[in-house]
């Protein structure tokens, strides 16, 4: 994902270090669930307050995971998502992120329960939202419940490609 979003043009910088360092002119940051990587180190406490302050003060986060734990997860204000299927999600929101993305292709495992209305909903489908937009303070979270969208084979599907684009990009309705 990040080499395809650099060959765009856009300015996209690797971050592997403690959150606490990130460089404060960051506006976006995108982050996303390494479970089965045996050498990741998973976030902790420390790390959720600095994502919960970093959306407060006007950052956007791109959270790209399956399994978003609620209140105990650490991305700020994220639902509980549920296991469920599908191999694709329409767009429900017309809005700039989801600015000529009629429909993303790719295994789906996970959804945010249609009852937990959290936000606005970017993408869903029969199952579930696999993709949700809300505030936090001055700034916002996207959170999206299948990475496999992302992945490089699914890339090739322009309207994958376009809607990951929109949401790191900022061509949302970001205003803080």
Sequence with gaps: LYEVLRATGLPVTRFERALGVLDPSTKTLVF?????????????????????????????????????AGKDDVTPGVGTSLRSGGTEAVTLARNSYTA?????R???????????????PLLANG????AVLYRV????????????????????????????????????????
């Design 100 to 104: 000529g993305v009629a429909r993303v």
């Design 32 to 68: 996303t669930g390494y479970e089965s990587d045996p050498s990741a180190k998973p976030l902790d406490e420390r790390d959720a307050e600095f994502l919960k302050h970093f959306a407060e003060t006007g950052g956007r986060i791109v959270a790209i995971d399956a399994e978003f």
């Design 127 to 130: 199952q579930g939202m696999v």
């Design 137 to 176: 303070g001055r700034g916002e979270v996207i959170a999206i419940t299948a990475p496999a969208l992302f992945s490089n084979k699914q890339l090739r599907n322009a309207d994958n490609l376009r809607f990951i684009y929109n949401a790191v990009a900022g061509h949302g309705r970001h205003d803080g």
């Design 106 to 120: 790719g295994p789906i495992g996970w959804t945010f329960p249609f009852k937990e209305p959290r936000g606005v």
